[in-house]
C-alpha cells in the first residue's frame, strides 16, 4: 500500500523531535567603562601587543613602520591591531598626527589630559 504526499509529510514531521534553540550570546566582548584605565596593565610582558603598547605609550609615538619593524607585521595588520585591538578591545586613546618622518601614533591617557587643562 502507497501513502499518499499528504501522509508522508505529516508522519515524518511527528516522527522529528521539536528542539529549542539556544539564545547567542553576543560575539562581541563588552568592553567596560573602566577597561581603558587598567588595559596596558592587563597585557602580558613579553609579547608583541605589550611590546606595541609601550612603544604607543611613549611620548615621542611610533610609526607604523616601526611597528611593523618590531613585530615583523604588515602595515594592513598594523592598522588593524590599531582600531580592532588598541581603539576598540582596549578602549585606549589613539591620537595619530603628521609629522615629518610619517604620521605618529600615541596613546594619550585621557585623565592627564584634564589635569593638564584644569592647571
Not at 580592532?84 to 594619550?108: C, P, Q
Amino acid at each position: 500500500m502507497t501513502r499518499t504526499k499528504s501522509q508522508r509529510k505529516t508522519t515524518v514531521a511527528q516522527s522529528r523531535p521539536t528542539r529549542k534553540l539556544a539564545k547567542r550570546k553576543s560575539l562581541k566582548p563588552q568592553v567596560r567603562a573602566d577597561a581603558a584605565s587598567g588595559a596596558l596593565g592587563r597585557t602580558r610582558s613579553g609579547t608583541k601587543s605589550a611590546q606595541v603598547l609601550a612603544m604607543l605609550s611613549d611620548k615621542a609615538g611610533a610609526t607604523i613602520a616601526a611597528i611593523g619593524g618590531a613585530t615583523g607585521w604588515q602595515e594592513h595588520s598594523v592598522r588593524g591591531f590599531l582600531a580592532g585591538v588598541v581603539r576598540k578591545k582596549l578602549g585606549l586613546n589613539l591620537v595619530s598626527e603628521a609629522s615629518e618622518s610619517g604620521r605618529l601614533y600615541r596613546i594619550i591617557d585621557t585623565s592627564t589630559l584634564r589635569v593638564k587643562q584644569a592647571a
